[in-house]
Nanobody, 125 residues
Framework: QVQLVESGGGLVQAGGSLRLSCAAS????????MGWFRQAPGKEREFVAT????????YYTDSVKGRFTISRDNAKNTVYLQMNSLEPEDTAVYYC??????????????????WGQGTQVTVSS
């Protein structure tokens, strides 16, 4: 059974940084494209970033380009989201997701079969 466990969320002032981690277990990690999504109160869950199985390819939503960096360590079965220059608009619950067997990067949340429980990120102005 696949498990994804996020950590690293918290409260930070605007302009600050946080690093989210997502530890995976249950299946061979390197066979999954990984993604980060977020959901703000009253809004739909939205795509943030995705990374290919070996980390060579990444894709970001426009609002985080240049501020966020997705990376992975397959030896540690972990995917990261480094978030810099945080803005109040980044406040949301952040979820990691796994697309096992996915051979291309996608921002479609329906392509991700496994999800973590989420971690809260709050950015104060």
């Amino acid at each position: 059974q696949v498990q994804l466990v996020e950590s690293g969320g918290g409260l930070v002032q605007a302009g600050g940084s946080l690093r989210l981690s997502c530890a995976a277990s249950g299946r061979t990690f390197s066979t999954a494209a990984m993604g980060w999504f977020r959901q703000a109160p009253g809004k739909e869950r939205e795509f943030v970033a995705t990374i290919g199985r070996y980390g060579g390819n990444t894709y970001y939503t426009d609002s985080v380009k240049g501020r966020f960096t997705i990376s992975r360590d397959n030896a540690k079965n972990t995917v990261y989201l480094q978030m810099n220059s945080l803005e109040p608009e980044d406040t949301a619950v952040y979820y990691c997701a796994a697309n096992y067997g996915g051979s291309y990067l996608t921002q479609d949340r329906n392509e991700y079969g496994y999800w973590g429980q989420g971690t809260q990120v709050t950015v104060s102005s």
